[in-house]
């Protein structure tokens, strides 16, 4: 059979702990967030959550909350929220999406976002690794926070799916599971894709989302502490899905980065106009503050040292 189903209540919880309980709930089910209540009514809340292979389906029972998650706590994971019962607000890059029943909105974990309710609520909630939106084509960062209407079309048959898998997943043959746990994210980036008007081919987003590393790259090469696993960690990725993203390239990722140091470093040597500048200077403004390290590397990658490569230039460069 399908996994077991799991459920998380404040019921028998005193009173008073019932809220602080819910927090550790929630950030336990989904991602690390701060949550705040909303009115004076006694709080209650439930969650159950089965998983399906790698896709997390839970459904919430909630009294009203605000829900935020901060830059700060960033995982590589993206949600949608079909709201089944009261209103919710999610925000998230500059846009807001206000759900009633039916409709459902995606958000991604690898930047802030705030959830509101201001009254009792029921949402169904999918939960997965960002990846498997872009190996579906879907361009995350332009669909995040945008109303899909569960009730017509590639929504409703979305909307579907997901409550028949919460109403019937207990009777799923376990070697099944995994298999409608991806046909859910199937139908869903389908159906996101709709909000947008535009969906790339898989090659297309994947090549997306990689340039997006590589320019965070190039911006960051001055950090000498910018590596694959700071990288990921300041990309809300875990290291094992930023290297996958390169899989299959000729350079490694970390390979990608010293080239990229020692690039930046020889078109400064070079540069006329920072003759002024140290070799040593222009090393450590690549993030390669040690002389030697930056002089053995840099002789590695092109055959002469730092020092040669200036030297070379100067006497091949026209008297002004």
């Not at 009115?39 to 159950?48: D, E, H, K, L, Q």
């Not at 990846?131 to 899909?148: C, F, I, N, Q």
């Not at 569960?150 to 599971?177: C, I, K, N, Y």
């Not at 930046?264 to 040593?280: K, Q």
Request: with cysteine; hydrophobic share 40%; aromatic share 6%.
């Amino acid at each position: 059979m399908a996994a077991a189903l799991t459920t998380l209540s404040t019921e028998g919880v005193d009173a008073a702990e019932r809220f602080a309980y819910w927090r550790e709930v929630v950030c336990a089910v989904y991602v690390p967030l701060v949550v705040d209540p909303v009115g004076s009514r006694p709080f209650a809340g439930r969650v159950a959550v089965r998983d399906w292979d790698d896709v997390r389906i839970s459904q919430v029972d909630s009294e009203g909350q605000v829900v935020r998650h901060s830059a700060d706590d960033v995982s590589d994971e993206c949600l949608v929220s079909l709201q089944v019962a009261g209103q919710a607000r999610i925000t998230q890059d500059g846009r807001t999406a206000e759900l009633s029943p039916g409709d459902f909105a995606l958000y991604d974990a690898t930047r802030p976002y705030e959830l509101s309710f201001d009254d009792t609520f029921r949402q169904i909630v999918v939960h997965f690794p960002r990846e498997a939106l872009l190996d579906r084509g879907l361009t995350v960062d332009s669909t995040t926070a945008r109303r899909a209407d569960g009730t017509e079309g590639l929504g409703a048959v979305a909307a579907s799916f997901l409550r028949s898998l919460v109403d019937h997943g207990g009777s799923v043959p376990d070697e099944l599971s995994g298999r409608l746990g991806h046909q859910a994210l199937d139908c869903l980036a389908a159906a996101l894709a709709s909000t947008t008007g535009r969906v790339a081919a898989p090659e297309a987003a994947l090549a997306a989302e990689r340039q997006r590393v590589l320019d965070h790259i190039e911006r960051n090469l001055s950090d000498p502490g910018l590596s694959v696993g700071t990288l990921a960690a300041r990309l809300g990725r875990s290291t094992r899905s930023l290297q996958k993203l390169f899989e299959g390239d000729e350079l490694r990722l970390s390979e990608r980065i010293r080239r990229a140091r020692l690039e930046r470093a020889r078109v400064r040597l070079v540069d006329p106009l920072l003759a002024h500048r140290s070799v040593g200077a222009i090393g450590a403004s690549v993030g390669l503050p040690d002389p030697a390290h930056f002089s053995r590397v840099f002789k590695a990658r092109y055959g002469c040292t730092p020092t040669e490569m200036r030297m070379t230039s100067t006497r091949s460069s026209p008297p002004s």
